[in-house]
């Protein structure tokens, strides 16, 4: 592959990444409590559980598997949906019947999906309490996408020529640099498409492609360009 | 009369301050001494652990420059960018200077500072985070974790050049870097932050956290080096003794117990 091509793949993959964080609901130390909406952990760990798995189904069949890359691509998706899907539906477990509160959107009156009323189950003094529909969708649609850019990324730097092992490794910390900058924008919790904060979302996508960018340049760089010094 | 002389001690103890300078002079020096050393000669590894210390040192003392401000979205997301925004420096520096194998560590750091300094800016003026010292801790975080990892590796390996990096990376030991290098750099703060968090409590325990580097990276080595991994495991283990009872004391010396006179005292007995 070319390296205009792999260069403008890995800003594509880090966009990507940076958008799929943006829709999962991340709930941070207030939803820990059953305070927020979302799952108690925060933007990174989250979206790091998600992408990582991804990466390993995605490095399998593209090992593996003789099958085109759209395949690797969407196995990657996959693999994140599947693993943050179980995450926000134990979440949903322990906050139903565990803590014992219904889950519901602080930021919206009715949920867009369901239309079920929401504002009369929020606990007074908190800002909804545990994974509501439209939050759930919204993290399915956020893992899809995070997949994609977590296997886009580990494909791309296999096309560069550097070895599986070290490319996920750089996968990885493609990953974690996007998912932190997303992390920076949403500045604490994110309930999912529907929250007023989602409207942050340029900001992000201007600030990933220029450290994806950055990043992608030095890796063709080093490994197209061959030694240097 | 307790109250007082509690409140001149607290002050007795913010006033002593290490420059942030000093702490990044030490963590850039330290640690390429220390890998330069490390890949002189096997029986030298454990001077590459003296610079994942000095690294995790210079790194978590970022972290606690930044997260100080409240951002908002926890320590560990400011901790684990410091390994994820430079590994790819610490590759393509690799890959880049493989002739001239004395230059990798010098190349990776000033990549890393670079893509630190581009993290930075994005957040500070894209992002729009109100921190004015988010442009230069995002940029020391950066260089810590690139010199972090290569420390590992020159440790573990007894080199840092590309083959050593493949290896730590085919045998999969590379992940646990990542893992322990970004806790070690995020869980002091993580763990002393509070109101009373103080510069030298929070240095003592990544101090301690750098020693528990040392050992596991000891124990790595002996896969890669053999019998010399030994002293490595020693040497961290003695630093990790050292530093954690310094820090215990610390804590134990800072943590007033105040009588607010709620608890009656006949339960204390």
Redesign the interface.
Same mark, same amino acid.
């Not at chain 2, 951002?71 to 926890?74: A, C, D, M, S």
């Not at chain 2, 390994?83 to 420096?89: D, F, K, R």
């Given at each position: 592959m070319d390296p205009i091509t792999i260069i403008l793949g890995l800003i594509i993959a880090g966009i990507l990444i940076v958008i799929g964080v943006h829709f999962i609901p991340v709930g941070g130390a207030p939803a820990a409590m059953a305070m927020a909406t979302g799952v108690g952990t925060g933007t990174v760990q989250l979206a790091t559980g998600a992408g990582l798995t991804g990466l390993v189904s995605a490095g399998y069949m593209y090992h593996f598997a003789n099958v085109p890359m759209s395949y690797v691509l969407l196995s990657g998706a996959v693999g994140s949906m599947l693993m943050l899907g179980i995450t926000m539906l134990i979440g949903n477990v322990i906050y139903i019947f565990g803590v014992g509160v219904p889950p519901a959107s602080a930021k919206v009156k009715f949920d867009p999906i369901t239309k079920y009323r929401q504002d009369i189950y929020v606990s007074p003094g908190t800002e909804g309490q545990g994974i509501p529909t439209v939050c759930f969708v919204s993290g399915i649609i956020g893992a899809f996408l995070g997949g994609v850019g977590g296997a886009l990324t580990y494909v791309l730097l296999n096309e560069l020529g550097l070895s599986p092992a070290i490319s996920a490794l750089i996968a990885i910390g493609f990953f974690l640099a996007n998912a932190v900058l997303a992390a920076y924008n949403i500045a604490g919790t994110i309930e999912g498409f529907h929250d007023p904060k989602f409207k942050r979302l340029p900001r992000a996508i201007v600030s990933s492609l220029i450290v994806s960018g950055f990043i992608a340049a030095i890796l063709v760089l080093a490994a197209m360009g061959g030694v240097v010094l | 009369m307790t109250g007082s002389s509690c409140n001149a001690k607290a002050e007795a103890v913010a006033e002593k301050k290490i420059s942030n300078n000093l702490i990044a002079a030490l963590g850039i020096a330290v640690p390429l001494l220390g890998i330069f050393a490390a890949s002189f000669n096997s029986l030298f590894a454990f001077m590459g652990g003296i610079a994942i210390i000095f690294a995790t040192l210079w790194g978590a003392n970022g972290v606690r420059t930044v997260a100080k401000y409240g951002? =908002? @979205?926890?320590v560990? #997301?400011?901790g +684990? *960018?410091a390994? =994820? =925004? #430079? *590994? $790819?420096?610490v *590759?393509? $520096?690799?890959? &880049? $200077? /493989? %002739? @001239?194998v004395l !230059?990798i560590p010098v190349?990776a750091l000033i &990549?890393a500072l670079? /893509?630190g300094l &581009?993290?930075g800016? /994005? $957040?500070r003026y894209? &992002? %729009? +985070?109100n921190i004015p010292v988010m442009i230069r801790c995002k940029t020391e975080i950066c260089g810590a974790g690139a010199l972090l990892i290569l420390s590992h590796v020159a440790t573990i390996t007894g080199s840092f050049d590309l083959p050593g !990096? %493949?290896n730590v /990376?085919?045998t =999969?030991i590379?992940?646990f870097i990542?893992i322990i290098g970004a806790l070690g750099i995020l869980h002091p703060y993580n763990a002393c932050l509070g109101a009373d968090e103080r510069q030298g409590r929070t240095l003592k325990l990544s101090l301690a956290t750098g020693s528990a580097q040392v050992i596991l990276a000891g124990i790595a080595s002996l896969y890669f080096i053999g019998l010399p991994g030994m002293i490595t495991i020693l040497f961290g283990a003695l630093a990790w003794f050292v530093t954690y009872s310094m820090f215990v004391r610390t804590s134990f010396e800072e943590g007033i117990v105040m009588n607010t006179g709620l608890i009656p005292e006949v339960e204390h007995k």
């Open positions: - | 951002i =908002g @979205t926890g560990p #997301s400011i +684990m *960018v390994l =994820g =925004g #430079s *590994v $790819a420096a *590759v393509a $520096a690799a890959h &880049l $200077a /493989s %002739k @001239t !230059l190349i &990549l670079l /893509s &581009l993290i800016i /994005s $957040a894209i &992002l %729009k +985070m !990096l %493949k /990376s085919d =999969g590379v992940l990542f």
